[in-house]
């Protein structure tokens, strides 16, 4: 994925973090329902779900971009220092590409389309799958701009739980925990915490459709 140079820091009084991802979120769902609804016109079948993945990795990946900028916004507005001279910006890249991910979910959803009586609560489980994986992927583009320029500005992150009352486990315990800078979050554990996810590498989200973000901290 190509690193978009990072957006100013918002205005005090604009929207949040939170609001501006929920806006990405929403965004691409728009676009996926878009790219979906040529398929439920035309004829629900495996093949025309494949045809989608083009148009469904630009609707992702769009936002996506988007989440990348909020996420370096975060850091460079929650920090007062003098941006370095003598350190170089480097990319922090995703888990895994958007494509690809989009690929592996139009595959399996391809099969499952040609297999099933009905069609159109089978697509509506494939949008679900669509929402949540766009979700996912926007949420970790914001948190890999937030530690490329916490990095960058040597500072630390804290890892931030939406306080919404659906958090999981695994998040409510994560929330308020510290690493300094360039460090990674260690994995939760104890007694009732489940094996986390394993496209978790060391920053938030913590699971698949997880709407935790880190911000930075002096430590």
């Not at 820091?9 to 609804?37: S, V, W, Y």
């Not at 399996?108 to 996912?136: H, M, N, Q």
Request: aromatic share 4%.
């Amino acid at each position: 994925m190509t690193t978009p140079l990072a957006p100013a820091p918002p205005a005090t009084n604009g929207p949040t973090p939170a609001q501006r991802l929920d806006a990405a979120e929403q965004q691409a769902q728009d676009r996926i329902d878009e790219a979906l609804a040529g398929v439920a016109a035309a004829g629900i079948t495996g093949v025309a779900l494949l045809g989608l993945s083009g148009a469904i990795t630009a609707a992702v990946l769009a936002p996506v971009q988007t989440a990348l900028g909020i996420g370096a916004s975060i850091a460079l507005s929650g920090s007062n220092r003098r941006r370095p001279r003598d350190r170089q910006l480097t990319e922090q890249r995703l888990p895994s590409p958007v494509d690809t991910d989009v690929e592996m979910v139009l595959l399996d959803a391809a099969g499952r389309v040609d297999a099933a009586e009905d069609k159109a609560a089978e697509l509506e489980r494939v949008r679900r799958r669509l929402y949540r994986l766009a979700v996912t992927k926007i949420h970790q583009a914001a948190s890999a701009g937030t530690l490329m320029y916490a990095r960058w500005l040597g500072l630390g992150l804290q890892w931030v739980t939406r306080q919404d009352g659906h958090a999981c486990i695994v998040c409510a315990t994560m929330h308020g925990r510290r690493v300094r800078p360039g460090q990674a979050f260690a994995p939760p554990r104890g007694p009732g915490i489940p094996k986390l996810w394993a496209g978790f590498q060391g920053l938030p989200p913590a699971h698949p459709n997880c709407r935790c973000r880190p911000r930075v901290v002096r430590t």
